[in-house]
């Protein structure tokens, strides 16, 4: 008597390999057997015409707050994900001292754009240690499994005080200390650590980070320190200004550690082909016996304009700021007034918002949001082409967009990987063998990025829709989201549909999948925003055996737990 039998599922099993039929068998938290199965079960589900998958892994998220205030961990759940590991870029909220809780929460809203009054509000503080902030979060329960990672901005700053904010040269006892604390949190159950060197991550107070720059003293005090533990990973962000001395240090990283490392890749505008001379380099490190990989986004970082977000086009306009704190309905009362538009077409931006007048400078990257975003849109379908077409002044057709759905509407701006205005150079990103798919950043970016769908995009568009240019495999997508980033962090129990492993699974509905028009949800701690997607398609999410997920609606389950390092794979497997 089995606890659960799927019968007839099309089962994608993570390994790359063929899809096959099969009757999939469950026992408590773990799949019994694979095949034809004629017992009986408590539970049956009949999956004819359905295919059946391992959970998605993802490997770049930040829910480092929002797993120690609530059990949920969506929309990351909601999207297929069992797995997720947070703590990435260097920030995070442990260790810490009571004095710098406000200065890690304002790091953490500049880096990742999650309101800081939130974050106020929703974290408990009951902890210093990073053990303890780990004991925190293992004593709520989850819906699905969390993993964190030793976030190197808290470290600094535990240690060096204001010195370390400042960037300020560790000394030789801060590195030690520093060495130290790092084996202690993987020992704890970190399973890594994870570092900032770009000059784009800043505080909310416009800072640079406390990591960027810090000397290679340190930072070979702490790959001693996670060889001490014996066990992580590396998790790393970096401009590459100086490709060959960054990956000189990167290479010193892995030899010290004795462990692997990622970093975060994207094709920027400014230098459209450095990813191509980031990825040849990281072969010839990889040749050179350096355990190296890149995380790579399967579509363009792109941003969500609009008039609830972080990211408005009209921002910088003198007559906006008047209006920029009042409830969306009075912000759209006033924007449909004839007046009101006139002067606020007519005003020039003020520069203090920079960003924001550089967005509005490219209409030729400006795509309008209908029931479903088109992630690789044409040119000729742009705010620009529109304009070109009609007459129309580009900022008019910008400000009736966003007024559109009562104010709710949005307009997609590829921001990265889309240099070329296709796809072509993410999918030779996708298909190198030293990359992994990431950088969905999960419950970060919340008031302008919502990349946190990327896996069930990756089904979408690349193995089913995607009309130009070549499609990926199947078989090999579910293999690079589940199994392969399961074994990039040292998780070797789950990512795999075979006897012995997690129950970690999903049923989808292939033909019907469909990510939905994102949206701006008020659940936050004191009812702040973020932005929010689902899809449909998902007939159930299963984790450790538990449905999470029936039909787009959570369950009650909670079978999710933290994940303390890294873990076996099931006795008589050779992964």
Known sequence: MHDLLIRGATVVDGSGGPRFTADVAIDGDRIADVGRITGPARREIDADGLLLTPGWVDIHTHYDGQISWSSRVDPSSSLGATTVVTG???????????????????????????????????????????????DAVDSRPHDIDVAVQLPHGALRVYVMGERGAARADATAAECAAMRALTADAIRAGAIGFSTTRTMVHRTADGDLT???????????????GIADAG??????????????????????????????LSFSLVQADVVPQAWRMLLDRTSKSVANGHPIKAQVAGRPVGLLLGLEGSVNPFASRPSWKAIA????????????????????????????????????????????????????PRADTSIAAEAAATGRPILDLVYDALLEDDGRSFLFFPMHNYADGDLEPVREMIRHPHTLPGLSDGGAHVGAICDVSLPTFMLTH?????????????????????????????FRDRGIVAPGYLADLNLIDFPNLQLGRPWMAHDLPTGARRLMQGATGYVATLKSGAPIFEQGTATDALPGRLVRGATEAPKGTAR
Request: glycine share 6%; aromatic share 8%.
């Open 210 to 224: 406390p990591t960027v720059g810090a000397a290679r003293a340190e930072m070979e005090a702490i790959a001693r």
């Open 462 to 490: 690349w193995c089913r829709d995607r009309t130009r240019g070549p499609r990926l495999d199947l078989e090999e997508v579910v293999r690079q989201q589940t199994s392969a980033t399961a074994q990039a962090v040292g």
């Open 325 to 376: 704190d009042r409830p969306l309905a009075e912000k759209v009362r006033t924007l449909r007034d004839p007046a009101f538009r006139a002067r606020l077409l007519a005003e020039d931006p003020l520069p203090d918002h920079p960003f924001v007048n550089s967005v509005v400078a490219m209409p030729h990257r400006m795509f309008r949001v209908g029931e479903r975003i088109d992630y690789e």
């Open 231 to 260: 066990t992580g990973v590396i998790q790393w962000v970096s401009d590459f200004l100086d490709l060959e001395a960054e990956f000189a240090l990167i290479e010193d990283m892995t030899r010290l550690s004795g462990r692997p």
């Open 88 to 134: 990435n870029c260097g920030v995070g909220f442990a260790p810490v001292r009571p004095a710098e809780h406000d200065r890690l929460i304002r790091l953490m809203e500049g880096v990742e754009d999650i309101p800081g009054a939130a974050l106020h509000e929703g974290l408990s503080w009951e902890w210093e240690s990073f053990a303890d902030y780990m």
